[in-house]
């Protein structure tokens, strides 16, 4: 099915990817599409943070992520640098009837980013001014509706949704799997609210980044791998 820039056997190719990474043919930080038998297959969406942009190969968050349950779980890395939800949507639906995913995992950017579906789709953020009429309030929808159509897509190939956070939390329903209560911005340095004997309390100050001295460095995607296996890594099979 084809629809416009939409299809459900076609993942648009990521322009975005870095001459300097490992990438397949279409720009994306995992192996070529020609999806094996064997394994269920775990897709992970997001931005330049779950892209890893200034990592090397086993140092962002999805590589730790990876590692986890291999026998059973395959994993495929469709985040693309300045990606927004609403081209996240387009990139899981594009994948539906190529890798097949069993395991759905959305590392949510700023909602204020946009897709304009021009002749050529373009990222929108920043001070871009189409922008320039969108409310806290539009963002906000703009995200529901991209988690909508997420789950929806799951519920239909009985798939398991996780979501997350790449800088910032929004609410979502309380039924469906979220960590919302760490950013991979927030997870370092490690310190926790409550006198629990399990709070993270060490008192960090140095600023930790990746090669490019823009994005959040190893130490942050480190932590954030490991918030997320302890809180879905008995689901995540």
Request: proline content about 5%.
């Amino acid at each position: 099915m084809d629809f416009g820039h939409f299809s459900d056997k076609g993942i648009p190719a990521n322009l975005c990817g870095a001459d300097v990474i490992k990438v397949n043919s279409l720009g994306y930080r995992c192996p070529e599409f020609n999806v094996p038998d064997g394994k269920k297959n775990v897709v992970i969406l997001g931005c330049s943070h779950t892209f890893g942009v200034g990592h090397k190969e086993d140092t962002h968050w999805v590589s730790h992520l990876a590692k986890h349950n291999t026998k059973l779980l395959r994993y495929w890395n469709l985040a693309v640098p300045g990606c927004s939800g609403d081209r996240m949507v387009r990139i899981l639906y594009g994948a539906e009837k190529i890798i097949f995913p069993k395991i759905i995992i959305c590392c949510w950017p700023h909602s204020s980013r946009r897709e304009r579906l021009d002749n050529i789709p373009i990222d929108l953020y920043g001070g871009d001014n189409y922008l320039k009429f969108e409310t806290d309030d539009t963002d906000k929808q703009n995200f529901l509706k991209n988690v909508f159509l997420v789950q929806k897509l799951a519920e239909y190939n009985q798939a398991k949704v996780f979501h997350c956070f790449a800088e910032e939390i929004q609410t979502l329903p309380a039924n469906i799997n979220v960590m919302d209560y760490a950013t991979l911005k927030s997870c370092w340095p490690p310190w926790d609210d409550h006198n629990l004997p399990e709070a993270r309390k060490q008192r960090i100050t140095d600023p930790n980044f990746a090669q490019d001295g823009i994005h959040y460095g190893e130490k942050h995607h480190l932590a954030f791998a490991e918030l997320l296996l302890n809180k879905f890594s008995s689901k995540l099979k």
